[in-house]
Each structure stands twice: as structure tokens, then as C-alpha cells.
């Protein structure tokens, strides 16, 4: 096994902040030496993993490297009693694709404890249809309910709702019974996230309070945050009392500006979102919701299916932020 090839996507650096993407073939036992060796069948494209391939020394401190931080396959080799070969897997998070080689190649090798076993009443693809986007929606979900928000009870808003994690948050909160607002500033996709289950669909302006007022009207009773900036700002503001507000994303800024009074006043609970260093029983959990109860049918249309020689453009698509719905890496063997 030690002397076969696989096909990767490699970013090196070439010169001080000059990075190059292509695919070349690696030795296997280029591969770090943990326990579990798996052969990828399919991976997904996450922010995280374009700003690795975009040479993002806060992402992936050393280059060469192969990005990817979802991976779907089945076990080859295990060096545990836990992992058999033949066991379809699923890894997402901790160090894979940051500085890990990760699923952008045709395999990983990883330690046994960041592998789930594949729910079987969801196949490999599905898996990565959902991949860290899906989980890290799931965690969202799993907050808002320790805090008390649950259907019925008020609206949960969702903003950047045409990302991966936010029109699969859309999708999963309108399954199980909640009334869905999702905001977006492309509302030529209002169709799309109608379909993906919202009840509502506003424009990301409609939202927006970039005065000083310490609060706002009382509109939401949770949200799942993929923008930052002043639109975390707003919607701490105008959550409604004993509300939830699941943090995930800044691509609209890392700043956030408050004050105590939502906190003090209404009993908003901030709740800080990480998906990479989850623990195992969590992630187990999360992911039995996912193939189960929060198992969600999806359009044709959210899923863009590729292949290597592809995800560069895709990686560009990204990073441009004209991105929409899940872009799924199946691999050739």
C-alpha cells in the first residue's frame, strides 16, 4: 500500500505570498503517521478550505498542504480495534485540511478520534452534501433548543442564508416546525431559499441598525448568525427576551459593537459557534439528528457536483462570494 500514488490538490508557496494550486500525484506514505488510513470517496468545499488554497497562514501555517476539511470514504487500513477496513466514515473538523493533508486528496490518514461512523440511513454523498456546513447548522439548532427556542414559540431568523451553513440551517429548522426568516443581500435567490424552506425572505438592509440605540424592537426569539459585524450588532439588539443568538461567521467583520443592555435587560444569551474541536459524543449525536429527524430533501439545484480539476474555479467562486448552496469534491479511483 506504502508505494501507491494518489491524486491530490496541492497549494504550494512558491514565493513570500505567492501561492499556486494544481494536482499531482503523492505516495501514500507521504501521509502523516496516525492510525486510520481511508480512502476519500467524496469531500466538500467550505470558506475555511479556500482560504487555505488561497495560502491563509491563519488557516494553514505550512505549505505544501492539501486542503480540505470534510472527507467521506471507506477505511483501508486501521491500526484500532474500533475501525475495520470496509467501515464507511465520515471526518470533519479538528486539524484536517488546516495543517493535516486533508480531503482534497484521494486519501487521508487521520487518528481514530476524529472519525464518526457513517450513519447508514445516509450515503457517502449525502454526508458531504451536509459536511462541516450541516454539522455546524446542527450545533446551531442543538443551542437554540438548550435555550429554550423551539417551534411555535417566535421566529428564528437566519442571516447570509444562501451559504452552505445558512440555507442548511433554513432547510432543517423549517423541517422540524420553525418559523423561518432568512436574510440575504442577494434577493435574486429568494425563490431558492422559499424553497429551502423559509417562511419569509428580507433583504440583509431591512435587518441592518447601524445607529448607537442599545436596543432595538424585540423581532426574534433566536438566530443563526453567518455575518458579523454590524449585522451581529443588529440582531443582538432586536432579539426578543430570554432569545439566542448563535454566532458562526464574520465575513461581514470580525468587530462586534453592544452594549449590556440586551444581556441585561432581555437575558439575550450570545452563544460563540466551533465546529472543528466538537467532542465525539456531540458530534455522534449530531450527526444520527442528521440522517434521522433533521434528515432534509434538498433541491437538485443546491448541489454542484465536481470534479478535482474543477474545484479551482469553484475555490475562486467562493472567495468572490458569488457562492451559493453546497459544491461536492467526488473523487475519481
Not at 440551517?169 to 431559499?193: C, P
Not at 423581532?219 to 448568525?225: P, T
Request: overall charge neutral; aromatic content about 6%; proline content about 4%.
Amino acid at each position: 500500500m506504502s508505494s501507491l500514488q494518489y491524486k491530490a490538490f496541492y497549494v504550494e508557496e512558491v514565493s513570500p505570498n505567492t501561492f499556486v494550486r494544481s494536482i499531482i500525484e503523492l505516495p501514500i506514505n507521504s501521509l502523516p503517521d496516525n492510525e486510520v488510513l481511508i480512502k476519500v470517496h467524496y469531500s466538500s468545499l467550505n470558506y475555511k478550505d479556500a482560504l487555505s488554497a488561497k495560502g491563509h497562514k491563519g488557516v494553514s501555517k505550512f505549505y505544501p498542504h492539501t486542503p480540505g476539511i470534510d472527507a467521506a470514504g471507506v477505511v483501508v487500513e486501521s491500526k484500532v480495534p474500533e475501525f475495520s477496513a470496509g467501515d464507511e466514515v465520515i471526518v470533519t473538523g479538528y486539524d484536517l485540511g488546516m495543517n493535516t493533508p486533508g480531503g482534497f486528496g484521494q486519501y487521508i490518514k487521520v487518528p481514530a478520534s476524529w472519525i464518526v461512523k457513517k450513519p447508514e440511513t445516509l450515503t457517502l454523498k449525502e454526508s458531504m452534501i451536509l459536511g462541516t456546513a450541516g454539522f455546524t447548522a446542527g450545533i446551531c439548532i442543538t443551542e437554540l433548543q438548550n435555550h429554550n427556542v423551539m417551534p411555535g414559540m417566535g421566529k428564528v431568523l437566519v442571516t447570509g442564508a444562501t451559504g452552505g451553513v445558512g440555507s442548511l440551517a433554513v432547510s432543517i429548522l423549517a423541517k422540524i416546525g420553525y418559523e423561518v426568516v432568512a436574510s440575504t443581500s442577494k434577493l435574486h435567490y429568494e425563490e431558492f431559499l422559499l424553497k429551502m424552506g423559509a417562511t419569509e425572505v428580507v433583504r440583509k438592509n431591512m435587518i441592518l441598525d447601524l445607529t448607537a440605540r442599545p436596543l432595538l424592537s424585540g423581532q426574534w426569539l433566536g438566530v443563526v448568525e453567518n455575518v458579523g459585524g454590524g449585522t451581529l450588532s443588529s440582531v443582538i439588539r432586536s432579539t426578543q427576551q430570554h432569545g439566542c443568538v448563535c454566532v458562526v461567521g464574520n465575513v461581514g467583520g470580525d468587530v462586534l459593537t453592544t452594549s449590556v443592555y440586551p444581556f441585561i435587560l432581555r437575558g439575550v444569551t450570545l452563544c460563540g459557534i466551533d465546529s472543528a474541536s466538537r467532542p465525539m459524543n456531540l458530534r455522534t449525536n449530531i450527526w444520527d439528528k442528521l440522517a434521522t429527524d433533521w434528515k432534509v430533501e434538498l433541491p437538485q439545484s443546491f448541489v454542484n457536483v465536481v470534479k478535482l480539476d474543477s474545484l479551482s474555479r469553484e475555490i475562486d467562486k467562493i472567495l468572490d462570494g458569488k457562492q451559493t448552496g453546497r459544491v461536492v469534491l467526488e473523487h475519481d479511483h
